[in-house]
């Protein structure tokens, strides 16, 4: 099975940018689906972006235009570069796949957006 470790977090001010990592290491064979989702204090995790194996990709609204989810196969690691950061983005940030069908998390990193 496959594990997920984030980095990349911080603090920064409105308007910064932010680009978190997540490697993926162990086996990432059967991997359909990966992606992003936030937890913000008092609220439910929630779905960021996705890609899927042929490169689809879908965002939340908040994220469109702001956010962008890549990864690198050779370096079996994904990314979400993210620009012009509010403070309702402040959650903490979970790397997750779909492997098998069964879902797979990180263990998540803190980003807060304050000034």
């Known amino acids: 099975q496959v594990q997920l470790v984030e980095s990349g977090g911080g603090l920064v001010q409105p308007g910064g940018s932010l680009r978190l990592s997540c490697v993926l290491s162990?086996?990432?064979?059967?991997?359909?689906?990966m992606g992003w989702y936030r937890q913000a204090p008092g609220k439910q995790r929630e779905m960021v972006t996705i890609i899927s194996n042929n490169d689809d990709t879908t965002y939340t609204e908040s994220a469109k235009g702001r956010f962008t989810i890549s990864r690198d196969n050779a370096k079996k690691t994904m990314y979400l570069q993210m620009n012009n950061l509010k403070p309702e983005d402040t959650a903490v940030y979970y790397c997750n796949v779909l492997q098998y069908g069964k879902d797979y998390w990180g263990k998540g990193t803190l980003v807060i957006v304050s000034s």
């Open positions: 162990g086996s990432i064979f059967g991997i359909n689906v």
